[in-house]
């Protein structure tokens, strides 16, 4: 399910003259954020490669993202501490092809251990330390939520610092997205303590992820048939369908007649390949027809008949 967790990533902390606001030295990437949480202005952050979307507090900032896996990177400061939110995605090939009701069966819902993601996380620092793993579902995502905690020896700031972090990863069709939120404080109890008070924005940035839903054969092919059309200098998608049955069933394209849209398409294999299939309404000043056509996939007329 999980094959990558984030690298610890060196970033420049922000410029203040209290010691403690210096504490966005490193950050744990990984990867998914979520939605609007609480009363402040929420910005939404879009990915047009991986088709997905999230929001996050409008004072949360940008950061230079250090790997193409790593698709948002944003910090965020306190009174006292400092963090970051990152999204990544990864490719899973092993998902590719299952539906999501599947994935969710055996990769969002299927029960994983502490000692799991004890092992997984082990290359983050000597003293990780997986505190719980739940099962969880944000917003209409299923996953895992991953509480852990760190420290490190910051050389920007010059003190070991102490870390509170959480992981929440959901898998789709060949993809796997990831999210990761931590702060950072030169204590344990601060960071647990900062960590609790930026909970609730954590848990909705995840929250709001929105992923758009891969294209179809038939998504493509309907596309398709609208750049044909627009080539052809038609208005409407399925003249390559209609307008030859239309002549074939009525001696050429009376002007009376006005196709008014298509209902549906769908497809079928036969002996000739993958034929598409059209339904579409023709209405004239007298009656309403609906008509059926086949067109291949090169959009040639195959076939059509008046259904009423």
Same mark, same amino acid.
């Given at each position: ?15 203040? %003259? ?9 950050? /744990? ?19 047009? !490669? ?31 501490? @400092? ?6 995605? &990864? ?9 999501? %009701? ?36 944000? @917003? ?8 852990? %905690?760190?420290?490190?020896? $910051? ?6 610092? /102490? ?9 789709? #069709?060949?993809? =796997? ?21 930026? #909970? ?17 054969? =038939? ?12 080539? !052809? ?68 007329? &195959? $076939? ?5």
């Amino acid at each position: 399910m999980i094959g990558f967790f984030g690298t610890i990533i060196q970033t420049t902390p922000p410029q203040k %003259t209290n010691m403690k606001y210096k504490l966005v030295a490193f950050l /744990f990437a990984l990867s998914q954020v979520g939605p609007a949480f609480s009363a402040q202005k929420w910005i939404v952050e879009k990915d047009p !490669l991986n088709r997905f979307s999230i929001s996050h507090p409008a004072s949360w900032y940008q950061q230079d993202r250090p790997s193409q896996s790593v698709r948002v990177m944003l910090g965020l400061e306190g009174d006292g501490y @400092g963090g970051n939110c990152n999204v990544s995605v &990864i490719s899973s090939p092993s998902t590719a092809r299952m539906s999501q %009701t599947e994935i969710d069966a055996s990769e969002n819902r299927r029960p994983l251990s502490i000692d799991f993601f004890q092992r997984a996380l082990a290359a983050v620092a000597k003293d990780v330390a997986v505190k719980t793993v739940d099962q969880s579902k944000r @917003g209409n995502h299923f996953g895992h939520v991953v509480r852990y %905690t760190y420290s490190y020896m $910051s050389q920007a700031v010059g003190q070991r610092l /102490f870390v509170n972090a959480e992981l929440f990863s959901h898998s789709r #069709a060949g993809k =796997l997205f990831s999210f990761t939120c931590l702060v950072a404080a030169l204590s344990e109890a601060e960071a647990t303590s900062a960590f609790i008070r930026e #909970a609730g924005s954590f848990e909705a940035l995840s929250t709001s992820l929105q992923v758009e839903p891969e294209k179809t054969g =038939l998504d493509l092919y309907a596309e398709s048939l609208a750049r044909q059309a627009k080539a !052809l200098g038609r208005d409407q998608p399925w003249g390559s369908c209609i307008d030859p049955l239309l002549e074939k069933l009525h001696d050429g394209f009376n002007a009376d007649h006005q196709i008014v849209g298509v209902s549906k398409l769908s497809e079928r294999r036969t002996s000739l390949g993958r034929v598409y299939v059209l339904l579409a309404k023709r209405k004239t000043p007298s009656t309403n027809s609906v008509f059926e056509c086949e067109l291949s996939a090169e959009h040639e007329y &195959i $076939s059509g008949r008046v259904l009423r």
